[in-house]
């Protein structure tokens, strides 16, 4: 069964998100969340999730850092990482390459644009 990580320290954008995705439950899909960044590792490492959306500013592991642990460390290169994030700036989008993000998307975000792109991903 594929999976979707919604990790995100406010609570809010990741109920957004789990309702924006929530019509793909119907056709199969796993939706999990994390609230920090350790918490989205861990669930990474044990349940292999094929997307994940993930905040850059959280606490105890910003973004960056799983991204860089989960693609550089681990070389979990088949896990597509999207960085959701209000850090817009060039700089950010940088360190977001760095790390390993397949996709940043500064907030606010689209939710349509966000479902689209994950039945892409997914190959729904």
């Not at 350790?38 to 799983?66: Q, S, Y």
């Not at 940088?94 to 975000?109: H, N, Q, R, V």
Request: hydrophobic share 40%; aromatic share 4%; proline share 4%.
């Amino acid at each position: 069964m594929p999976a979707i990580l919604i990790a995100d320290d406010e609570q809010h954008i990741r109920m957004l998100i789990e309702q924006t995705l929530e019509s793909l439950e119907d056709e199969g899909v796993d939706i999990l969340t994390a609230q920090n960044g350790e918490e989205a590792l861990e669930t990474i490492k044990e349940k292999r999730p094929e997307l994940v959306f993930l905040d850059v500013m959280m606490p105890k592991m910003n973004g960056f850092d799983v991204c860089n642990t989960v693609k550089n460390t681990l070389g979990m290169k088949e896990v597509y990482i999207i960085m959701l994030t209000a850090k817009g700036q060039e700089f950010d989008k940088e360190k977001g390459a760095e790390s390993g993000c397949d996709l940043y998307i500064t907030k606010p975000f689209s939710p349509k644009e966000l479902k689209s792109k994950a039945r892409e991903i997914l190959g729904l």
